[in-house]
T-cell receptor, first 110, second 115 residues
Framework: QQPVQSPQAVILREGEDAVINCSSS?????VHWYRQKHGEAPVFLMI?????EQKGHEKISASFNEKKQQSSLYLTASQLSYSGTYFC???????????FGKGTSLLVTP | NAGVTQTPKFQVLKTGQSMTLQCAQD?????MSWYRQDPGMGLRLIHY???????DQGEVPNGYNVSRSTTEDFPLRLLSAAPSQTSVYFC??????????????FGNGTRLTVT
């Protein structure tokens, strides 16, 4: 079952912050975040595991709320290179593949 | 270091034709999967494999067949192509299951058009 991402799209000016949310109706064991540029393959950003800490990657970080069954991706001081579509993927303890959300399109303008 | 290699990059088929999308990885990953990506739908899981000889269905398996005879290769077969199968197909591999700290490595995709 696909997790639900919000918002569907967001436009930022360079330097602004954004939050992308991912929620699931099923209990989560792991949440993966990927970014995809137009015409390219998705690229891994980070993984959050149940019971794990908030992860960070440059100016991009994420949190994982097990009780609410949701994760949030935080992009701070956005750069033009952050433009793309962001996907969350959810996995179970015994899972072998991810269920991805429909994606959030992010456009950073000068 | 090739990673995950998909061939072909582009393919046009006529309705009813069959074909095989190739996927190979050189990272000795046990887990491999196929996704299709359609506008506004995200990535949807077609089939996956947890090792040679073991495959299972994902969310949208109808019209597709897979086999895993070696660790390296995981081909996806379209039995009788339909226009609804027009999509971009991604193959992915990972070292271990999604419950572990193991990311998916994606191939560059195959863009398929069925007329």
């Amino acid at each position: 079952q696909q997790p639900v991402q919000s918002p569907q799209a967001v436009i930022l000016r360079e330097g602004e912050d954004a939050v992308i949310n991912c929620s699931s109706s099923k209990a989560l064991y792991s949440v993966h975040w990927y970014r995809q540029k137009h015409g390219e393959a998705p690229v891994f950003l980070m993984i959050l595991l149940k019971g794990g800490e908030q992860k960070g990657h440059e100016k991009i970080s994420a949190s994982f709320n097990e009780k609410k069954q949701q994760s949030s991706l935080y992009l701070t001081a956005s750069q033009l290179s952050y433009s793309g579509t962001y996907f969350c993927g959810t996995g179970s303890n015994s899972g072998y593949a991810l269920n991805f959300g429909k994606g959030t399109s992010l456009l950073v303008t000068p | 270091n090739a990673g995950v290699t998909q061939t072909p990059k582009f393919q046009v088929l006529k309705t009813g034709q069959s074909m095989t999308l190739q996927c190979a990885q050189d990272m000795n990953h046990e887990y491999m999967s196929w996704y299709r990506q359609d506008p506004g739908m995200g990535l949807r899981l077609i089939h996956y494999s947890v090792g040679a000889g073991i495959t299972d269905q994902g969310e949208v398996p109808n019209g597709y067949n897979v086999s895993r005879s070696t660790t390296e290769d995981f081909p996806l077969r379209l039995l009788s192509a339909a226009p609804s199968q027009t999509s971009v197909y991604f193959c992915a591999s990972s070292r271990s299951g999604t419950g572990n700290n193991s990311p998916l490595h994606f191939g560059n995709g195959t863009r398929l058009t069925v007329t």
